[in-house]
Nanobody, 114 residues
Framework: QVQLVGSGGGLVQAGGSLRLSCAASGRIFSINAMGWYRQAPGKQRELVATITSRGSTNYADSLKGRFTISRDNAKNTVYLQMNSLKLEDTAVYYC????????WGQGTQVTVSS
């Protein structure tokens, strides 16, 4: 089992920044990749960013250049730095970890206001 605790969401004005964190515990050695999805009201969940155990990263095309995923192996934590936030970035952001199974964090609300 892998447990994920996400944090760092909140309310920010358009153009501002937020950093999300996702701390993993449990069978962390089994994790191949971690990252975030997000789900806006009335929309399907979509991939935001992924980072593999080797450090390779992948982003949704629309977010490249504004969002950066990174990790701190010593803390078993992955971070998502979100800059130049837009109204359409408003969503619940879900941290996930992929091993032989996909584990999900509890979700954290990000609200971007005008």
């Amino acid at each position: 089992q892998v447990q994920l605790v996400g944090s760092g969401g909140g309310l920010v004005q358009a153009g501002g920044s937020l950093r999300l964190s996702c701390a993993a515990s449990g069978r962390i050695f089994s994790i191949n990749a971690m990252g975030w999805y997000r789900q806006a009201p009335g929309k399907q969940r979509e991939l935001v960013a992924t980072i593999t155990s080797r450090g390779s990263t992948n982003y949704a095309d629309s977010l490249k250049g504004r969002f950066t995923i990174s990790r701190d192996n010593a803390k078993n934590t992955v971070y998502l730095q979100m800059n130049s936030l837009k109204l359409e970035d408003t969503a619940v952001y879900y941290c996930y970890a992929e091993s032989s199974y996909v584990y999900w964090g509890q979700g954290t609300q990000v609200t971007v206001s005008s």
